[in-house]
């Protein structure tokens, strides 16, 4: 149970949101754009992201490792969109993969980032690796010695030498949801840290493989810097004994993983990001290398919002429920993660806060933006936006009740830019066939 309205203040230095209203009586805006002017246009349920914030988050990171060589690689499975992946790259991201997939999309929109491109995720198809292979990706890191070994016979086959990293578990407890933790022996990610010198060891003569780095991730929406440092640490410490048995590391790959405040008002994301890049600086101890971060929520998580227009307002017993055009389909975090957004409304009205559900029209329970909160009044027709949902969202969106996707729109400065389309119904039915051949 939440006990405060969501308060949005004109935008400040400590606001951690592009979403505010310009004047008191003026409808919520993204940066200099009336979210009711794109509702309007575009329809609803529509996600809305700042540029500038994007652009400005990549900045705060950037500037807080100018102490050492380093690449930010955006972790695209927070965000895939082609306009997105598009600006990070102009401003010198580099990209974190999980899949061929968004491989391809990286190509598709900044084939000159290849270069800058690290190949997560412990199930990689030898078409995936083929594929990096040839585009020339910087590094991948391997989640398996049975991995390394085919990784090893694909390069050979292509005759190229692959730079790898192993994924090392340092069997490190964050506190996070469990489904989105990762650092345990427990999990299946990654290499207990215990066996990765005996790995690099055994491939070290391998002419198809570079020992290139070493890389680690614990997990995601970790608010604390204290779980990083002693990952990194423990890194470190391999990083130190691999040098001692004549294998010189070049990178050490941090993951991502940083969280954000999905409830506060304020939260101070440069101060938040100094104190992680000093812990993880801190624990890195003499190592003369590249550092490489791959940051994904964080870069996009507060540019987005999910627009959506209030169908119904009905009473069940004591309960009252906000029914949105918006469902679980579009935002699945609530559901899947027991995930807290904040919601404001576009154009609050005066009145006594209520408690409600906000919800969608999907049939599952499970369909909900937020119980028992307290909202300022809403009336059937109003819009709302659901704050924080610029990553995790769009990017696990699906047809579920055979529901279009939303339309996307990129705000910088004044100007609103539709970057992906509504999907329409023969979008949906179009891979489909029903015809019984005779
Ligand atoms: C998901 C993931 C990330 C990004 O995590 P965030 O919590 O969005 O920063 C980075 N690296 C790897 C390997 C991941 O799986």
Redesign the pocket.
């Known amino acids: 149970m939440t006990a405060s309205v969501t308060q949005i203040s004109p935008s400040s230095p400590s606001s951690p949101r592009p979403f505010h209203h310009p004047q008191p009586e003026s409808a919520l805006h993204c940066g200099k754009v009336s979210l009711e002017t794109l509702a309007k246009r575009h329809g609803t349920p529509l996600y809305v992201y700042s540029a500038d914030q994007i652009v400005e988050r990549l900045a705060i990171f950037q500037e807080a490792l100018a102490g050492r060589e380093h690449l930010v ?1 955006y ?1 695209v ?2 965000n895939s969109a082609l306009a997105i992946l598009k600006l990070l790259a102009s401003c010198g991201a580099g990209f ?1 993969i ?1 899949s061929g997939g968004e491989l391809e999309r990286v190509l598709a929109v900044a084939p000159e980032a290849a270069g800058r491109v690290v190949f ?2 412990a199930g990689k198809t030898l078409a995936e690796i083929d594929r990096a292979l040839t585009a020339g990706i910087l590094q991948f ?1 391997v989640e398996s010695e049975a991995e390394l070994e085919v990784l090893a016979a694909r390069a050979a086959k292509l005759k190229t030498k692959a730079r790898f990293a192993l ?1 090392v578990n340092p069997d490190v407890f964050a506190e996070t949801h469990p489904y ?1 933790s ?1 650092g345990l022996r427990e999990h299946k ?1 990654g290499i207990d840290i215990r066996r990765a010198l005996g790995i690099y060891k055994s491939v070290a003569g391998n002419r198809w493989l570079e020992p290139y780095g070493v ?1 680690v ?1 614990i ?4 608010r604390s810097a204290e779980p990083f440092g002693a990952a990194i640490e423990r890194v470190s410490k391999l990083v130190r004994q691999l040098k001692r048995e004549g294998i010189a590391l070049q990178v050490v790959d941090a ?5 954000i405040d999905y409830h506060a008002g304020h939260f101070d994301a440069a101060a938040k990001v100094r104190e992680y890049a000093e812990a993880v600086e801190n624990a890195l101890e003499g190592f003369e290398g590249r550092l490489l971060i ?6 996009v ?1 507060q540019a987005g919002a999910l627009v959506a227009r209030v169908l119904y307002v009905k009473r069940n017993g004591k309960k009252t429920f906000v029914i949105t055009d918006a469902a679980m389909n579009d935002l699945i975090r609530p559901a899947l993660y027991q995930a807290h957004h904040e919601i404001a409304p576009v154009r609050p009205r005066a009145g006594r806060p209520r408690i409600v559900d906000v919800v969608g029209p999907v049939c599952e329970s499970g369909d909900f933006f937020a119980r028992d909160r307290k909202l300022a009044p809403i009336e059937p027709g109003d819009l709302v936006a659901i704050l924080d949902a610029g ?2 969202g769009m990017a696990q969106s699906s047809n579920y009740n055979t529901r279009p996707r939303p339309a996307e729109v990129l705000v910088e400065g004044s100007k609103a830019r539709l970057i992906r389309r509504r999907e329409t119904m023969a979008d949906l039915l179009w891979p489909e066939t029903f015809t019984v051949e005779g």
């Open positions: 690689c972790a499975k927070a974190d999980v997560s995720g890191n994924r989105i990762t990610f890389s991730h997990g995601s929406q970790i993951g991502g993983g940083l969280g791959e940051p994904g929520r964080f870069l998580a990553a995790y």
